[in-house]
């Protein structure tokens, strides 16, 4: 009886160090896009990662759009958004798991204007870490490989 309760002691400790590993590394990430055009204008965005697209959402002044998901296991996870109003339009990848790990590690919320989005700076609350829009119409060139 001895062999057989040590593989149940054994096998136990593996489920929950299974699931403790496996909770550690499955923390959600919210993103928050905000529209902060001071200008009042309107916004469209439209998600999209590899494995599917959110449609298209439309943004007044200091409204917001928000998802979560959980990263995954080999560091690859990526979303884009296009952004358009007026007659312009830009892409910018949202949440990219390589860039965004260490700066924004439960929320990612980003302040978009006109000349770029803009995350939110955790450690002072304002919104000062500044990007520029990706210099292609299709999203990072990491995202067209994955395609």
Known sequence: MAPLH???VSFVLLVCLRNGIVGILATKVGVRITNGFEDLSDI??????GDDDLG???LGFQEFFEFSF???????????????WGNESHYY???DQKRDEGRCSD???WWVKPDDPCLLNQKVGVYDVCEKWNPSQQGSE???LRL
């Open 6 to 8: 040590r593989y149940l």
């Open 56 to 58: 298209p959402h439309l």
């Open 44 to 49: 469209n965005v439209q998600r999209k990662s």
């Open 107 to 109: 929320h990612c919320w």
């Open 93 to 95: 990848d949202i949440y």
């Open 142 to 144: 990491r995202h067209r």
């Open 70 to 84: 959980e990263p995954n296991f080999q560091g690859t996870t990526l979303f884009f958004c296009r952004f358009w």
